[in-house]
């Protein structure tokens, strides 16, 4: 194979010899290549005083299968990217895959959101959010005398 040496490094590939037999070499990369992975959603959050932004990386996704929700000052994403088409040859050789697809979910706690006022845009792959804060009233303290 030209591209021995990029070739994808699986947990069965180097444990002895009898690990060359071709049934052993590809074992687990045909199986477990094909399972939905609950993957991680790279996120980050930036907090003023007015709001949270959020932005979260989800490349791939149809912006139909992206569910948002708050509740109890939680924001909940969740979404589902379809699977990607099997660019293996005959053999079942991947030289290298990392795409993943299934359902992906993530939690964050972001307290004291107006929920009503809670924005969200898809575009190029990345969700973005704006929470804005529920607008605090300051108490006006005053001093009460003692009888």
């Known amino acids: 194979m030209a591209n021995d040496l990029n070739r994808y490094n699986g947990l069965l590939d180097n444990l002895g010899g009898w690990m060359n037999d071709d049934f052993f070499k590809n074992f687990g990369k045909n199986v477990f290549s094909k399972l939905p992975i609950k993957g991680d959603l790279k996120t980050d959050i930036k907090e003023t005083k007015d709001a949270y932004q959020v932005k979260i990386d989800m490349p791939g996704f149809d912006k139909k299968n992206i569910h948002i929700n708050y509740d109890n000052d939680v924001l909940s994403i969740f979404g589902r990217r379809d699977s990607f088409s099997d660019e293996s040859d005959k053999e079942g050789n991947t030289v290298y895959s990392e795409r993943s697809y299934g359902e992906f ?30 607008e605090t009233v300051e108490d006006s303290a005053s001093h009460i005398e003692i009888e």
């Not at 107006?114 to 575009?123: E, Q, T």
């Open 105 to 134: 979910s993530r939690q964050y706690n972001l307290p004291d959101v107006d929920r009503d006022k809670v924005s969200a845009k898809y575009d190029n792959g990345v969700l973005s959010l704006t929470l804005p804060k529920v």
